[in-house]
């Protein structure tokens, strides 16, 4: 059975600071993907990552996705208020299925 | 506006009233998916469709039963629900299978079996 793994689980900080959610397993995924969610929605998402090695930057947010297709990064650099919420990653595994990651609950506070 | 709608939004039931939760998308995608979201295990997948009348287990299908007779709708059917079963529900839809195929979720149904 494949895992997804992500850490920390839970992560407050004040508005400003830097912080970097990870997101790891033991198997190779075709592809990766991170979403966020707020509270009464459903996850929206991020980014997608296929490449190993792949660096993909949504303003201040720089996803990465391991050489090896195990692994993939979230960071975020001078964290605002309003990047509160959940960040789910989900693996793409060999029968087209989606493997998801069970969450960063993400608190910044002003 | 593309987007996954599901009613009802907020449910409370008993043990053992049949309820249905519907789904539906106006995007044309071929797959759809149903989850429940529960504190600390994340999204897990109840049921799946790869189109219309193609429907197949997943992770947790176990008190849970799914129809796709149009591509638009695929509605989730709760024969006898159970307290085990009270969650957040979401519906999701996308072009293709799983990864890389972006998934569009609809806002959830919390559902509360008393």
């Known amino acids: 059975t494949q895992l997804l793994e992500q850490s920390p689980q839970f992560l407050s900080i004040q508005e400003g600071e830097n912080l970097t959610v990870y997101c790891n397993s033991s198997s190779v995924f075709s592809s990766l993907q991170w979403y966020r969610q707020e509270p009464g929605e459903g996850p929206v998402l991020l980014v997608t990552v296929v490449t190993g090695g792949e660096v993909k930057k949504l303003k201040r947010l720089t996803f990465q996705f391991g050489d090896a297709r195990k692994d993939s990064s979230l960071h975020i650099t001078a964290a605002q208020p309003g990047d509160t919420g959940l960040y789910l990653c989900a693996g793409g595994d060999s029968n087209y299925q989606l493997i998801w990651g069970a969450g960063t609950k993400l608190i910044i506070k002003p | 506006e593309a987007q996954v709608t599901q009613n009802p939004r907020y449910l409370i039931t008993v043990t053992g009233k049949k309820l249905t939760v519907t789904c539906s998308q106006n995007?044309?995608?071929?797959?759809m998916s149903w989850y429940r979201q529960d504190p600390g295990l994340g999204l897990r997948q109840i049921y799946y469709s790869m189109n219309v009348e193609v429907t197949d287990k997943g992770d947790v299908p176990e008190g849970y039963k799914v129809s796709r007779k149009e591509k638009r709708n695929f509605p989730l059917i709760l024969e006898s629900p159970s307290p085990n079963q009270t969650s957040l529900y979401f519906c999701?839809?996308?072009?293709?299978?799983?990864?890389?195929?972006?998934?569009?979720f609809g806002p959830g149904t919390r559902l509360t079996v008393l």
């Open positions: 995007m044309n995608h071929e797959y």
């Open positions: 999701a839809s996308s072009l293709g299978a799983g990864g890389p195929s972006e998934q569009f």
